[in-house]
């Protein structure tokens, strides 16, 4: 095969045949095919687009151009669940616990924040969790507790991470089948059985209309069914942020009380996590439909079993949650204020995030070095009532210098009307490939 | 100005303005734009298509990406030629001084030969022509002999080279529009006028159809009505080679005898060098129509004058004619024979092209050494009748052990028939901007 012939034929809008997309992309892995040669494949797909075999071919070869896990020990089913990313997203945390302990293994690996959606890898690593998680490693915990936390390395589908680049530079970022491509060929190195997503939807997401996530959604529900894995989407809403608190330490302690009492967790984490929990039951064969898993759910979140399986997991994995909580306890705090009377209609996510990379908890670049303390907590979100100069929240860290301009930019992303405010549900919609 | 932002514009099917093109060339220019990005916006390009405004954008952004040249001293119209290649093509040679007598002043810069087509600059060194001209040199020639010939250097519209190199390993190469650039490009840092193409039809040819090559002339036309330069476009026929002789000296030698009595010329040779001649004349300004610019042509062709200014610009240019004709004197040789009784139907131009290339006549890669001595002559030609085993020419030059090899590949090239040939027309047809 000669690269430029395979191009051409893309260039002309024919489908490329699995083989010709492995050979590309194992070319491109091993430096044969050069970055201008992917950046033209890149322009290319985006503006013929790809079929489903075609997406899903590229997704297999950019999984299969690293290490995969392949984990012997699991009678259980494995499912993960992936967020298209969220501010104060720490649904992860809580899930993976709650989860294990209905019965489904959990290899879940994570990426670092990058711009204004936080991490897990960032969060755990504020109490000091080791995330090198190799294939015995993982067996072994997988074993013994349900699931465990890793990071994404080197070795995860470094085709994507070349591919992933060159899209930033080329303006080839908003394609469907390369960002399906992009998530599912690290996702699908896991060795599941079964994956959920959690697809954002709103002004704090990447796709701020559900039109937009269910077009990507039926990309990435024709791969599932392409390669012959069940995937089951929810559409959630992603306007506030999610919780009362934003950034790395907080995010942590935040999980920890939603797991110790489901009743008076924030709302709208506790719901998440719950219909997240029950879409990977379901996705993982364990209950037949919504009622059932959120029945099987809430018992398990009632018997505390999942807060003694994160305390177990994070304890093993070298994580200290007492230490980090004196550490990171009475840092500098600046009040925010409400500006007027009334009911607060709106705290603008995607701002919300970025005044996070004001204080440290966020990157805006890969070099940038946290400040794993840095934070922001909300008394009250949408829906409260305020009186003019009562205290809505509080940012915190130890870059005292930058508060100022986040408590600013926070109070700007914060909207006071006089009159009612209706809360849009949780859960937009949800599909199964399976159904 | 983002790269990634513009050429998400593109992506979409916009268009893109002057400045941003112009912006575009120059960060690539410079290395500010990256390859990558580069080859983006070529499939980009490619696959959008580019206005006829965008097209001399991108001309002009790449002819400015390097040096050009002013010319001071001559008040004669500046016309030039350029043929998109075809096997055997030595009117340049015999071109630049006819034109000249006729009071055209003619700046040839040429490249060299890749693939199966020659270059003038090979042609020239095969006489140890000195083709360095920089601007004060070329005003001198142009001066005192009507013309010159240059050959293309580094700094000649860099950008051209990064996107020449680019399209071909990204499968880009096929666009009209970026092949007028390219060709336009460089033409156009020679301070012309006018200009005209010999836009090469057939089975040679790059535009194996006469729509093909309309569609590329069309864009053409386009640039040139843009910038303001009056362009005249043949159509012209390369089905079989042109003339009797291919190789780099052989083709100075038939320019020279060409040179010498238009009439025992082959006759190919001597139509195509009259009309595009007459063309030129008619672009300059000089003469107004076809019939009046031959008589202009045949009149100066009959005074031998184009002979005594060919021979004083290769002198000048420090070439030795006589030196060469004795030193590729009495190469060793090797016949073509007729294979059957008929009549010669078909001499496969391409196929020839690469029987060159075997014999050291032309070039597979950049870096390959030429043997200018060696070549194709032709005593038979399309339309002529032979008996088996009768000699139709032979091969010439230093590398016997590729002559078998070379000879079968020219013998497959030859397709002899029982009954009539007829001739294809030399013109197929003939546009101006100015019309």
Known sequence: MIPAELLRKKRDGAELSHDEIAWFVKGLTAGDITHPQAAAFLMASFIRGLSAAETAALT??????????????????????????????????????????????????SGRGLGHTGGTVDKLESANVNMDVDNKRGSELLAKHGGFFAKQTSDIAPADRILYHLRDVTGTVESKELITASILSKKFTEDLDALVIDLKVGKGAFMDSLDKAQALAETMIGVAKEVGLRMRILFTSMEEPLGAKIGNWLEIEESLDTLENQHTSPQDISELTARLAAAMLIAGGIAPNVNEALNVVHTAWASRKPLDIFHALIAEQGGDLAGSKTKYANLPKKAILAAKDGVITGIHARMVGIAGIMLGAGRQRTEDVLDFGAGIVFHKKCGAEVKQGEEIGYVQGTRTETFEAAVTHIAEAITIEHGSYTKPPMVLDEWDSAQ
Chains 1, 2 share one sequence.
């Open 60 to 109: 297999l070869a950019m999984r299969d151009s690293g290490t995969r896990y392949t984990f012997t020990t699991a009678p259980k089913p494995k499912v993960d669940k992936h967020s298209t990313g969220g501010v104060g997203d720490k649904i992860s945390l809580p899930l993976l616990p709650l989860v294990a302990a209905c019965g489904v293994a959990v290899p879940m690996i």
